[in-house]
């Protein structure tokens, strides 16, 4: 399980995870005995419980959302959140949240709130009388007089954020489940072992809480290139503030500063990736693969281009060239910890087990080896021992399969 924030006093609240006896007011007696302990008259969970929730800093509005490591999930919990966004950061946010989840997922959202003008991609049902959103199960779609077919979600997703913010998690509070509108729909059994996601967070527009500083330049979205030298190159002036308009939230300025970078210097590899994560970012994914493209056709072996490929063809709903580009990535950067694990996740969906937990396993060995190489630039700010946890979990769920 994984719970987020963006505000540090809540994450001190979180760390404590001390309730008051209101809290367990409904929980049934022989649950509360079990799994909590009591602390000065207060009540605690117990530790084995502590133990299995990963707590992290993150902002859904205003960071990229990591969905190479964000992403296998079975349940999110976000209630009484995005009432207080604008629409096109619900949008967004509910995207994310779409694409993060396995097919059959659930969302869980607030009384007060709705999708029913945010996203079609949900389903509504209710589970022992509780309603919340579902996230379909993949569907036949007919190709072709012959007959021919395969499957894909209802509607490919829209909305694409691959840039990473230069932020270093904190810990972050878990929320108790809630509801969404009432609809009715069949009802569906929970899944056995379900992966969490809890995602309690501020308003939108309340007073900015920074995260905790950083001191390592793998930490860096985009590192400059050793070479560079800000205070007297323009080339590096324009790309740190592109890449810093990228972290910002603002993928059209900064393709345009990138842009001015690449008119001083055509062939600049490093401008050419911004400007792709700038399309991916603004949801132009034609644009960001012509601009990776662009950039393997100056150099074939820029794994950051094929991995970029990837999570856009995976995003596209398009499994097999997103396994492709992966297993390109590989083939450059043995490395490349991310690659790894975003195959060993197709292959897992599409039924490989044992492939998957080979990839896996090449994960864990891979982060053992390379923890702070290039690939961490896809991170968005969260901690390598976070992805570690992730995969493990991952792997024993992928063995039990088998």
Known sequence: MLGTDDSTQALDRARDAIYPA????????????????????????????????????????????????????????CRNVTIYFRVESTRRVVDNFYQALNPGGYLFIGHSETLSTISDCFEPVEIDGVF???????????????????????????????????TTPAAAPVQQPGSARPQTAPAAELPATPVVAVIPQRAENDPPVPAPATDSAADSAYPAPASADPSTSPVAVLLAEARLLLEQGEPQLAKQAAEKAIALEPRNIDAM????????????????????????????LVASARYILGIIYQRQCEPTSALGEFRRTIYIDQEFVLAHFNAANILRARGEAEDACREYENTLRALYVN????????????????????????????????
Do not use: M
């Not at 929980?27 to 799994?35: A, E, F, G, I, K």
């Not at 007089?145 to 694409?160: K, L, Q």
């Not at 630039?377 to 792997?395: M, V, Y």
């Open 273 to 300: 990736l911004v400007v792709a994560y700038a399309h991916a970012d603004s949801g132009d994914f034609d644009a960001a693969i012509a601009e990776a493209n662009s950039v393997l056709e100056i150099d074939p």
């Open 132 to 166: 919340l959103y579902r996230k379909p199960l993949r569907r036949f779609v007919a190709l072709g007089a012959s007959g021919a077919g395969r499957t894909e979600p209802a509607r490919r997703p829209t909305v694409a954020e691959l840039s990473a913010a230069n």
């Open 371 to 402: 923890p702070a190489g290039s690939w961490t630039a896809f991170l968005g700010g969260f901690r390598p021992d976070l992805l570690a946890k992730t995969c493990e979990r991952s792997l024993i769920e992928c063995r039990r399969g088998t």
């Open 22 to 77: 209101r809290a367990l007011a409904n929980l049934p007696q022989n649950v509360s005995q079990r799994w909590f302990e009591t602390v000065n008259g207060l009540h605690r969970p117990v530790k084995r419980a502590r133990d299995i929730v990963e707590l992290s800093y993150h902002n859904l509005v205003k960071e990229p959302y990591p969905t190479a490591l964000l992403s296998n999930w079975d349940v999110i919990f």
